[in-house]
């Protein structure tokens, strides 16, 4: 009995997992045959499924979007015309394939291979174990609370213990960012150290104002991923605070410390207007009226900043950054969208550069003239 075809049935949406945002029919319904001497179907679903991850974020993670669910049935016809699922089908042993999982917008790199496991052993859903901040800021750390992922964090100043966080305990109805994830009937927060929750995609976010250098994360395997945080007093700059997507699907915070330059770019569209005013005996013009009128003025601005010294892993944050299709700034309170400008990103090695410092140039994301109708 061999392959002949398969229907692959899939559904993406948010909110509750199986809850009343999942449709009765799929998003997707795809049927593919084997084709010459293959013997293997093969559906590929990632581009499908960042269909339908709307990302968004407004600087706070109790609202953000970042995620979405995704089931999926696949049925086999086989060549001797038995179905998964039929009658003869299951008279074969044969059932069709059913599966879900939370998904992100992230991606792997070449070198990683087909379908790299970005969390293998590990909850920390960043590349850098070492954070920046400057003195007083709350930084923010996504790290994995699902199945599989962390249910413990330790907070540490030196070699003392400040606080234990263990309450990450997976339940029945997690959610995919329209509602609220919680663990148990617990709240998950003690005193004033908070662990909120990004809701969807079992994603939370280790935040503190509590005086602490390192964070370490327990991983479902029983090893731990270590966080150094380093709080910098900035004293002739004035700090400011970059959130991207990165290769992981969720949001991350950087921080520049030093320079900031605003610039504008500024393009018209003219025409040359006739400006003669004809008279009973001759004619004439006004010197004060302009030959040259603008139809139209559009205009962008920019921002190059600079990291400050930073450590050289932050060289593959600065790549994720380069590669984000999502980043904002936060300017006054308020979270606006900004594109990374550069087409090319030098790589800092400290054994070359011995101090290591990035600067990037970004454009906002939007027109400086209001012209949304």
Not at 280 to 305: E, F, P
């Amino acid at each position: 009995m061999g392959l002949k075809k398969a229907t692959l049935e899939l559904w993406v949406y948010t909110g509750l997992f199986n809850g009343s945002n999942k449709t009765e029919n799929p998003q997707y319904a795809i049927n593919k045959s084997v084709m010459g001497s293959n013997t293997v179907i093969s559906f590929e679903i990632s581009e499908l499924i960042d269909d339908y991850i709307n990302i968004q974020f407004d600087g706070k993670y109790d609202s953000i979007s970042q995620s979405a669910w995704a089931e999926w049935i696949i049925t086999r016809t086989y060549d001797d015309g038995t179905v998964d699922g039929s009658d003869t089908g299951e008279a074969t042993g044969q059932t069709p394939i059913n599966g879900s999982a939370i998904c992100w917008s992230g991606y792997g790199y070449f070198e990683e291979g087909v379908n790299p496991d970005l969390l293998l052993n590990k909850s920390l859903m960043q590349t850098n174990t070492i954070v920046y901040a400057p003195s007083g800021e709350i930084i923010n750390v996504p790290i994995f609370t699902g199945s599989g992922g962390s249910s413990k964090v330790i907070y540490k100043k030196g070699d003392n213990i400040v606080d234990i966080i263990n309450e990450y305990t997976v339940v029945t109805d997690v959610t995919a960012d329209m509602d609220i994830y919680t663990a148990d009937t617990t709240n998950i927060s003690a005193d004033i150290i908070s662990f909120s929750s990004s809701e969807s995609e079992q994603v939370s976010i280790a935040s503190s104002i509590l005086d602490y250098d390192s964070i370490e994360i327990e991983n479902a395997d029983g090893s731990f991923t270590y966080v150094t945080v380093k709080y910098l007093q900035e004293c002739k700059y004035n700090p400011n605070k970059v959130y991207f997507i990165n290769k992981f699907g969720v949001v991350q915070e950087l921080w520049f410390f030093k320079r900031r330059d605003d610039s504008m770019s500024v393009s018209r569209e003219n025409y040359n207007s006739n400006i003669i005013q004809n008279g009973t005996v001759d004619s004439s013009y006004s010197v004060n009226y302009a030959q040259t009128q603008t139809l139209s003025v559009d205009s962008t601005k920019s921002i190059k900043l600079n990291t400050g010294f930073v450590d050289e892993q932050f060289g593959d944050v600065m790549k994720e950054l380069m590669l984000t299709k999502n980043a904002w700034i936060l300017e006054n309170g308020k979270v606006y969208p900004i594109t990374p400008k550069l087409d090319t990103l030098s790589i800092k090695k400290s054994v070359n550069d011995k101090l290591i410092d990035y600067t990037l140039d970004f454009e906002y994301a939007f027109d400086t003239i209001n012209n949304i109708r």
